[in-house]
């Protein structure tokens, strides 16, 4: 019998009690499912894991049953088998068995179709090893730590925690070209008893809350919406409640001491609601919505009905900068975006989910558009592109696909960013308005007549309604962005004709995997600014462009830019007859794609001075600062310095050129008395700056004290602190007074009269003195160099290990002097500086440190984990044994990458059949209930052999032939 659990029945509702004792890790529940037979049916599947099943009745009549857990070993123990794609089809089969029902109810006679009944199942859990999280003091860890629960469950994991129907969408995972009758979702009624001092935080919406007579508390929560399983989360703890000051139907909640924190941190969530309300024009989802704040959160986000779970690292003081962007404004927002799309709207089938992940993204996106401004939003875009492009590759399935082994693949984080980026390529190509009408007509809703279905997100109706606005066929896109894996890679090359006066680009698709389609150049000529249009579609592409304006050498001119503005800029620079100032293939980001330009130092100069793109600025910094042009670098250094006091610029690009110019330095390898003359030069120039900007007015040797008050001032103060600190002679190390500097700067710290936190500055501190030791002379530096450099790393050491040591007796805040101590300390060790000793690292990877402590020794240990047996048996202990679920897939999951990029390292150093057997066993059956440790697993599987690795890229080169 081959047919879905829910294809042969409708569960109109159930209702579901849970009994949580959080001291003793249990659970005993009840719960009572409402089921219409579609079809003449003899007996009822449910999917149910983990529990274990005390007794089921069927109108209050006791029937058998049989359970079977078909995901617990993906293949038998004794299977010889230790193949990446065996594997991945073996999970396929188990999840198609598994979506059939685990658990078999016998209805002990034929239920006619119309007819229904009331299935009532009696279930128990005891320390559940997935699905639920509890976080307790352990042995001699935290020991204040406040006890509390919450599920951890990804999508297709509610049957871990809860008898029920389970499967997600229309389609099953690798059941391709198998349509499927859309699935039918229940209401719900959701019950809690916990202890008098605790809080049950839920989905849905709270109808009641009552005192037992057995010191318990009963609470009440009702979703009358049709909704799935995988949207039920809940949360038990002592928290603290926080009613929103703006929004009277938001509650937030956290562990007890953090209520004032959290005022701070939450205030962003109305003002994310309010724009989410007014760009959708329509209004918030759900009548109720509640934020939770729980220790040792799986993900970041945990969206479920009405309720978002998110960890309690996110909540922060007003005192601390660092946090405002980067993390809390963008999480809150994401939170609410996610609620719209991927809870109201609900995606039709699991390959539909890069849609809702991507509106959601795309919407935060916009938000920080509004509340940033457009340069902070035009980063934000060019860096997320940046990271996704570094990260997709050929061994990653595409967006949609069918060869993932679990439905959560499909909610991935690297699913969430891509799915992003192309959304954000489709805004290019059809307009922002068209695109935000199309978001505001999927919010409303598209309810089936019987009320059974929330309105479903499908990417072939949302291509539809794309085609609606903007006729033309949208198969290229799917193709390239959607079925495919990996960016495209265009090398870019050109040549000038002056005679005809036209330059002609030749574009290299450096891949076997070729994209097609319209591509954007934007040139920059000496008189103004021009774009063109043409098609790629083989792998060697050439356009050629007439230019307008012709050559002026040595003349300063007024030049028309992007934004229709008239600057004067000197043409001395240009060493070409090309009368053009710069380019820029595709400055709209509308391919994915990563570009290797072939253009002269000085077009980067001029890109990076005068271009009106923050992005187009940045980026072209960061080629000015890997220039290899050795007779034109003073010139290059002077445009970076102007480019760093210029108050007009985009203060990310400034803190960026500071950045740049000991990079730039370092480019003369091998021209000693060059490069120290250089860094000496520009060693005076950045600590001038310093004094002069930052210094005290009357005393322009002693910093001032810390006023962070301006948050753009504060980043460019660490930049020119970051900048100095690299700065390196033609000997390997530091100019003399760099090391004297900083250390005032430690020394001196006055943070008594800041309204702001110096915890990550004086982070910033320790690791720009690590910097500043660089790495051991060279052998021609004098013997008083060699004797000042050993003094150096002396002091520097001394300093880092008193610093830490503070902050264990008064910790900073997330101990963020601890992490760049060892930030500091491991890049020492890296240079070769001091020792390699690794205990110290291992120690902080430990239960009992803070999460953010604990990823940084984590990531520290996997870089050297390649090279070092016992590191990697550690790291694969923490993933088997680890307390923290968060934990043991962050393992796996940093590893893969470490020993995909150091293959050959790996295999010199490690016992690899030893390394796969542990691996394989991991994934193969120590991850049962956590579906995301078992992925981190594969992943990390995928790495180790090159057969497997042939393998990946094998398979996902067959489905994009078959597409």
Same mark, same amino acid.
């Given at each position: 019998?081959d047919?879905?659990?829910?294809? &042969?029945?409708?569960l109109k509702?159930?209702?579901v009690?849970?009994d949580?004792?959080?001291?003793n890790? $249990?659970?005993?529940?009840e ?8 079809k003449p049916?003899t ?6 894991r983990?529990?274990?099943? $005390?007794?089921?009745?069927v109108?209050?009549i ?7 857990d078909f995901?617990l ?7 010889a088998?230790?193949?990446f794609?065996d594997f991945?089809?073996?999970s396929q ?8 029902? +685990?658990l078999?109810v ?11 009944v009331?299935i009532?199942i ?12 509890f976080?307790?003091?352990?042995e001699?860890?935290f020991?204040?730590?406040?006890p509390?629960?919450f599920t ?12 029920c ?8 995972i690798?059941?391709e070209?198998q349509?499927?009758?859309a699935?039918q ?5 959701l019950?809690? $008893? %916990?202890?008098?001092?605790m809080?049950?935080v839920?989905?849905?919406?709270l109808?009641?809350q ?6 318990r508390?009963?609470f009440q929560?009702?979703?009358? @919406?049709?909704?799935?399983?995988y949207n039920?989360g809940?949360a038990?703890?002592?928290?603290e409640i926080?009613p929103?000051p703006?929004?009277?139907e938001?509650t ?10 959290l005022?701070?941190?939450i205030a962003v969530?109305a003002?994310?609601?309010e724009?989410?309300a007014?760009?959708l024009?329509?209004p918030?989802?759900?009548g109720?919505?509640?934020q ?5 959160a799986?993900?970041?986000i945990?969206s ?5 779970i ?6 922060t ?17 994401r ?5 719209f799309?991927?809870i109201?709207?609900i995606p039709k089938?699991?390959t539909?989910?890069w849609l809702s992940?991507?509106?959601?993204g795309?919407l $935060?996106g ?5 509340t940033f401004?457009?340069?902070e939003?035009k980063?934000? &875009?060019?860096?997320?592109?940046k990271?996704?492009?570094?990260e997709d590759?050929?061994s990653?399935?595409?967006l949609?696909?069918e060869l993932h082994?679990h439905?959560s693949e499909?909610?991935?984080t690297f699913a969430?960013?891509?799915s992003e980026? %192309?959304?954000?390529m489709?805004?290019?190509r059809?307009g922002? +308005?068209?695109?935000v009408e199309?978001?505001?007509q999927?919010?409303s ?11 479903l997100?499908?990417?072939d109706?949302f291509?539809t309604?794309?085609?609606?606005r903007? /006729? ?8 390239n962005?959607? +079925? ?5 890679q265009?090398?870019?090359s050109?040549?000038f004709?002056q005679?005809?006066n036209?330059?002609t680009l030749?574009?290299?698709q450096?891949?076997d995997n070729i ?5 954007k150049?934007a040139?920059?000529e000496?008189d103004n600014f021009?774009?063109h249009v043409f098609?790629?579609?083989n ?7 007439n230019?307008?304006a012709?050559n002026?050498?040595g003349?300063r ?9 008239d600057?004067?800029?000197?043409l001395e620079?240009v060493? @070409?007859?090309l009368p053009v100032?710069w380019?820029r293939l595709?400055p709209?980001f509308s ?12 077009m980067w !100069?001029y890109?990076?001075e005068?271009d009106r793109?923050p ?6 910094t960061?080629?000015l600062?890997c ?9 290059l250094l002077t %445009? ?6 210029n108050?007009?610029?985009?203060w990310?690009?400034r803190a960026r ?11 003369l390898?091998?021209?000693?008395d060059?490069?120290t003359?250089f860094?000496? +030069?520009q060693?005076?120039?950045l600590i001038?700056?310093?004094?002069r900007?930052?210094g005290?007015?009357?005393?322009r040797d002693?910093?001032r ?5 301006d948050?753009?001032e ?11 600190a ?6 390997c190390?530091?100019?003399?007074g ?7 700067l430690?020394?001196?710290?006055d943070?008594s009269?800041n ?6 500055y004086r982070?910033?501190l320790?690791?720009?003195l690590a910097?500043c030791v660089?790495c051991n002379?060279?052998?021609n !530096?004098?013997?008083?160099m060699?004797?000042r ?9 001394v300093?880092?290990?008193? !610093?830490?040591?503070?902050d ?7 101990q963020?002097v601890? &992490?760049s101590?060892l930030?500091a ?9 001091i020792?390699m000793?690794?205990?110290h690292?291992r120690d902080?990877?430990?239960y009992g440190h803070?999460m953010e402590?604990?990823?940084?020794a984590?990531?520290?240990l996997?870089r050297?984990?390649?090279r ?6 550690f790291l694969?202990?923490l993933?088997?044994?680890?307390y923290?679920?968060w934990?043991r897939?962050? &393992? /796996?999951h940093i590893?893969?990458?470490e020993?995909?990029?150091h293959m050959?390292?790996?295999?010199e150093?490690l ?5 796969v057997e542990?691996?394989w066993?991991?994934m ?6 956590e579906v995301?440790?078992?992925i981190?697993?594969?992943?990390l599987?995928s790495?180790?052999?090159?057969? @497997?690795r ?5 398979n996902?080169k067959k489905?994009?032939v078959a597409?």
């Open positions: 019998m047919i879905p659990v829910d294809e &042969c029945f409708h509702h159930q209702r009690l849970w949580i004792d959080i001291a890790e $249990t659970v005993k529940g719960t009572e499912l409402h089921i219409i037979a579609l049916i007996e009822v599947r449910l999917n149910s983990q529990s274990r099943i $005390t007794g089921v009745t109108n209050l006791q029937v058998p049953y049989r359970e079977s995901l070993a993906v293949l038998p123990d004794n299977d088998r230790r193949d794609g991945r089809e073996a089969e188990q999840y198609k068995l598994a979506s059939q029902g +685990e078999v016998d209805l002990k006679k034929n239920l006619e179709k119309g007819a229904s009331k009532q009696n279930f128990e859990l005891s320390k559940p090893l997935g699905g639920l999280h976080v307790l003091p352990r001699d860890f020991l204040d730590r406040k509390h629960m951890s469950a990804d999508k297709g994991e509610a049957r871990t925690f809860m008898p129907v389970d499967n997600f969408g229309d389609i099953g690798g059941q070209n349509t499927r009758v699935p979702y229940p209401s719900w009624e019950d809690f $008893t %916990v202890d008098s001092d809080v049950a839920c989905a849905g919406t109808e009641n009552s005192t037992l007579p057995n010191n508390r009963l929560y009702r979703i009358t @919406t049709p909704t799935p399983a039920i809940f038990v703890g002592p928290f926080l929103d703006k929004l009277p938001t937030h909640f956290c562990l007890p001491g953090l209520k004032n924190q005022a701070h941190t969530h003002v994310a609601r724009f989410a007014r760009i024009d329509s918030f989802p759900f109720t919505y509640q939770v704040f729980v220790d040792e799986v993900a970041p945990s479920y009905y009405g309720l978002s998110l960890s309690t690292s996110v909540i003081s007003p005192r601390i900068i660092e946090k405002t962007l980067d993390e809390i404004r963008l999480l809150l927002a939170a609410v975006m996610l609620q799309f991927s109201h709207v089938a699991p539909d989910a992940l991507g509106i959601a795309f $935060t916009l938000f920080i558009e509004e401004g457009r340069n939003y980063y934000y &875009c060019y860096k997320l592109h990271l996704v492009c570094e590759n050929v990653r399935p595409p949609m696909t082994t439905v499909y909610f991935s969430e960013q891509k980026v %192309v959304i954000r489709l805004e290019v059809i922002k +308005e068209n695109l199309i978001f505001t999927l919010t809703s598209n309810e089936d007549e019987g009320g059974n279905l929330p309105p997100l499908s990417t109706q291509f309604q794309v085609s609606d903007v /006729p033309q066929r949208w198969t290229e896109f799917k193709s962005w959607l +079925e495919r894996s990996g960016p495209a265009l090398k870019i050109f040549q004709n005679q005809s036209v330059m030749n574009v290299e450096q891949h994209f097609t389609g319209d591509i150049v040139v920059q000496i021009v774009e098609h790629i579609e792998q060697n592409s050439t356009v050629e462009i230019l307008q012709k002026r050498h003349k001119k007024k030049v028309k830019l992007e934004n229709e503005q600057i004067e800029i000197n620079a060493k @070409t007859d100032l380019i595709d709209d391919w994915f794609r990563k570009v290797e330009l072939e253009m002269p130092a000085f !100069a890109e990076a005068h793109s992005a187009a600025q940045y980026e072209a960061c080629q600062a220039s290899d042009v050795k007779s034109d670098i003073k010139r %445009v970076l310095q102007k480019m760093a006091i108050n007009k610029l985009f990310r690009v050129a500071i950045e740049a110019i000991p990079e730039l330095i370092q480019s390898q091998g021209e000693d060059k490069v003359g860094a000496e +030069e060693k005076t120039n001038k700056l310093f004094r900007v930052y005290i007015p009357t005393i002693l910093p004290p810390n006023d962070f008050t948050i753009k504060y980043y460019l103060i660490k930049a020119l602190i970051k900048g100095i690299n700065l390196k002679n033609g000997y190390i530091a100019p003399e760099v090391f004297e500097f900083l250390c005032e430690w020394v001196v710290n943070n009269e309204r702001f936190d110096d915890s990550y982070g910033h320790l690791e720009s910097a660089g002379p060279s052998e !530096a004098s013997s008083r060699k004797e450099f050993k003094e150096t790393v002396a002091d520097v050491l300093i880092i290990t008193n !610093a830490m040591n503070v264990k007796i008064a910790p900073s805040f997330q963020a601890t &992490c101590g930030r300390i491991a890049r020492l060790q890296r240079k070769k500086v020792p000793q690794l205990a690292f902080h990877c430990l803070l402590v604990r990823k940084v984590i990531t520290i996997c050297t984990a390649v070092n047996q016992a590191d990697m048996d694969l202990e993933a088997e044994n680890d923290s679920p934990c897939q962050l &393992c /796996p590893l893969a990458r020993t995909y990029a050959t390292e790996l295999k150093n016992k690899m059949q030893k390394l542990r691996v066993s991991l193969n059956l120590g991850s049962s209930y995301r440790l078992r981190a697993a594969l992943e599987f790495t180790f052999d090159p057969n @497997t042939e393998n990946v890229s094998g996902l489905l994009v597409l």
